[in-house]
């Protein structure tokens, strides 16, 4: 039978579908907590385009750019797997991928339905990145210092426990120098398990370049700040021997009272290492303080990166 021209059978000429976008993780300066994803736990990325007839292409879906903190891990939830530690900012990682798209017919092959991308539970964990982490026993004059030598404010009262979260401050040293300082919460003996505030905040430590160790010349209770002393470094050795091996530097605080003088003269007898004594409350000491923690801060990433060379 004869057939014109508008009769006659089609050339498949059906294009492929776009594929979907990626779920990316992008560390930022500009952000501080993971509180968002308190409220927003679920996320995904475009979906390709339909691709159409005369061999047109379907666009490939956009990607999804999920911002974070810097100094974020981000963990597998489901195989419990690390994925990335978003140490330094800009870091970006691919967390789930898109699905291919489907084939067209134009190849002389059935059409075929495009894949579902990946799904993925994840873990977000938050690890601050500071140069120096103040750590010390409840009520020390860690939340003093910081507020005197930066522009941090974290809340100051006479009983323990009144930083609940790590609090980073800017330390200006000279008019182009400056270091990031962190005021933890105070540590108490079994911290390395958890107890008190504990591993809560010991996690933030491993960031820091250099601990300053402040020691409470008076204690409230009546111990003995050399005894105190040896108790935090304790802590700090069955953490972690990464922490517990980072540079120090000691500080005797409260030298402004009458008792400091005659504690310090036992403390120095059994302590063998450099002492910078302080008042948080008046200033004494901490413009010495400052530029030793600068200069200690200077050569433990200069030894790290001849290390890395």
Do not use: C, W
């Not at 970006?92 to 059935?110: C, E, F, H, L, T």
């Not at 799904?119 to 500071?130: D, G, I, M, Q, R």
Request: charged letters at 30%.
């Amino acid at each position: 039978l004869f057939k014109d021209v508008y009769h006659r059978r089609g050339v498949p000429d059906g294009g492929d579908g776009g594929a979907g976008g990626d779920i990316v993780v992008e560390s930022d300066t500009n952000l501080h907590t993971l509180l968002d994803f308190k409220y927003t736990q679920h996320y995904r990325a475009e979906d390709g385009k339909n691709g159409g007839s005369s061999n047109k292409y379907g666009r490939r879906g956009k990607d999804l750019v999920i911002k974070v903190p810097v100094g974020t891990i981000i963990k597998d939830a489901g195989l419990g797997l690390l994925l990335r530690d978003l140490a330094a900012p800009g870091e970006r990682v691919v967390v789930a991928k898109g699905g291919a798209g489907g084939k067209g017919n134009s190849k002389r092959q059935d059409a075929t339905p495009g894949h579902l991308g990946e799904v993925k539970t994840l873990y977000f964990e938050l690890k601050l990145v500071a140069d120096a982490g103040i750590i010390g026993l409840p009520n020390a004059g860690k939340s003093t210092l910081v507020s005197h030598v930066s522009k941090a404010k974290s809340k100051i009262a006479p009983y323990p426990f009144t930083t609940k979260n790590p609090i980073l401050g800017v330390v200006r040293v000279f008019d182009d120098k400056s270091f990031v300082i962190a005021d933890m919460p105070g540590l108490i003996e079994g911290a390395h398990h958890g107890r008190g505030l504990g591993d809560k905040f010991l996690r933030h430590i491993e960031r820091t370049t250099v601990l300053v160790h402040i020691v409470d010349m008076v204690p409230p209770d009546g111990s003995l700040p050399f005894e105190n002393y040896l108790k935090l470094e304790n802590e700090l050795k069955l953490y972690s021997k990464n922490v517990y091996n980072k540079p120090r530097v000691i500080v005797v605080n409260k030298m402004d009272l009458p008792e400091a003088k005659d504690n310090l003269k036992q403390f120095k007898k059994k302590m063998r290492k450099k002492i910078f004594q302080i008042s948080a409350l008046t200033g004494e000491g901490l413009k010495e303080l400052v530029k030793e923690i600068y200069d200690k801060i200077r050569k433990a990433k200069k030894k790290t990166q001849e290390d890395n060379d």
